[in-house]
C-alpha cells in the first residue's frame, strides 16, 4: 500500500480528491499537526475501515498557538510522519504551505463562541479560533465526507461538531477514542519533549482520571466535591490549569455527576502541555 506525499500544490490535491469522488470513494480526512503517534494512525484506519479514500495533513498551524506557546519547538518529523501515515492506510498525506493557508492579504477568521472560552480557551485565548479557521479552510478544500479527530481533545472536537453545524457542513464528525500508552498516560505529539524525570507526574492526569471513575463506582455524585478532593490531592510541581466535571454534549459544568459526566484536565509540566478527560464510564 503506498501513499502519494503532495507538498502544497492546493489545485493538484483537489483534482486528485475529485478524481476519487468521481470513482465513488467517499473521502475521509485526517488533519494533523504532525509529531504522528498510534493515537493519529487510528483515526487514519478508521477513515480506512470505512471504505474512504483517507487524506491526511501535516501542518503544524501558527494560527493555534499563543506568542509565548510552544510553535517553535513543537515536534516535527515530515518525514517521519509520511512513512506512519503510509502504514496505517493513508493514500494523501498532504503537507499544505503556510502562504497558501494564510496569504498576507488575508483578514478573515472563525471566530468561535462560548464552547471555546472555558477550559484549554481559558489559558489559550487564540487556540480554538486559530483551530477553527485553519479547519474551515480544510473542510473547503478537501471537501471531505468524514472527518476524524480524537476525543483527547475532546472540546476541539465538540467546538468543531459546533462550527460545521452552525455553518451548514456537509461532513460527518467523527470522535474516535483517546490512545494511551501502556502505563495509562494519553498519547500526545508533545509527550516527546517530556523529560524522562517527568513521566511518572505527567501520569497524575491518567491516575486523577482513575481516581475519579473509582469514586464515582463506589457512588459519589457530587461534582463539586469531588472536584475540590481531587484538587487537594494534585501534586505542586505540576501546575494546574483546571479539572472540571463536564457533560459531554455542551460541556456545562456538571455539579451532579452521571455515568457521561466527563472529567477534564489540563496542566504544565516544565513548559509541556498536557490535556486529558475521559467519561465517569465506560472505555477511557
Ligand atoms: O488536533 C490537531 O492536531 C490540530 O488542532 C488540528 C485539528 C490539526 C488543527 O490544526
Not at 10 to 30: D, H, T, Y
Not at 39 to 58: K, M, P, Q, W, Y
Not at 184 to 197: E, P, T, V, W, Y
Request: hydrophobic share 40%.
Amino acid at each position: 500500500m503506498t501513499a502519494l506525499r503532495l507538498e502544497s500544490d492546493i489545485p493538484r490535491l483537489k483534482s486528485l480528491i475529485a478524481a476519487e469522488r468521481a470513482r465513488g470513494k467517499p473521502i475521509g480526512f485526517v488533519p494533523t499537526m504532525g509529531g504522528l503517534h498510534q493515537g493519529h494512525c487510528s483515526l487514519i484506519e478508521a477513515s480506512r475501515a470505512d471504505g474512504c479514500f483517507t487524506v491526511a495533513s501535516v501542518f503544524v498551524n501558527p494560527a493555534q498557538f499563543g506568542p509565548n506557546e510552544d510553535f517553535d519547538v513543537y515536534p516535527r518529523d515530515p518525514d517521519g510522519d509520511f512513512a506512519k501515515c503510509e502504514a496505517a492506510g493513508a493514500d494523501l498525506v498532504w503537507y499544505p504551505d503556510t502562504l497558501d493557508l494564510y496569504p498576507v492579504a488575508a483578514q478573515t477568521v472563525v471566530t468561535p463562541g462560548p464552547l471555546s472560552k472555558m477550559l484549554c480557551g481559558r489559558s489559550r485565548p487564540k487556540f480554538f479560533g486559530g483551530i477553527c479557521t485553519v479547519v474551515l479552510k480544510f473542510f473547503h478544500l478537501v471537501a471531505p465526507d468524514r472527518a476524524y479527530f480524537g476525543e483527547k481533545d475532546f472540546q476541539q472536537l465538540t467546538i468543531i461538531r459546533r462550527m460545521v453545524a452552525d455553518f451548514l457542513m456537509d461532513v460527518e464528525v467523527l470522535g474516535c477514542p483517546t490512545m494511551r500508552e501502556p502505563d495509562g498516560l494519553a498519547m500526545s505529539s508533545r509527550n516527546a519533549r517530556l523529560a524522562d524525570k517527568d513521566r511518572d507526574l505527567a501520569l497524575t492526569l491518567a491516575r486523577t482520571l482513575n481516581t475519579a471513575r473509582e469514586a464515582y463506582a463506589a457512588g459519589e455524585r457530587d461534582g463539586i466535591l469531588l472536584a475540590d478532593q481531587l484538587k487537594r490531592a494534585w501534586p505542586e510541581r505540576l501546575d494546574l490549569d483546571y479539572l472540571e466535571f463536564r457533560e459531554p454534549h455542551h460541556l456545562a459544568l456538571s455539579e451532579r455527576l452521571q455515568d457521561d459526566t466527563r472529567l477534564f484536565l489540563g496542566a504544565w509540566l516544565d513548559g509541556v502541555r498536557l490535556i486529558d478527560n475521559a467519561p465517569l464510564t465506560g472505555e477511557m
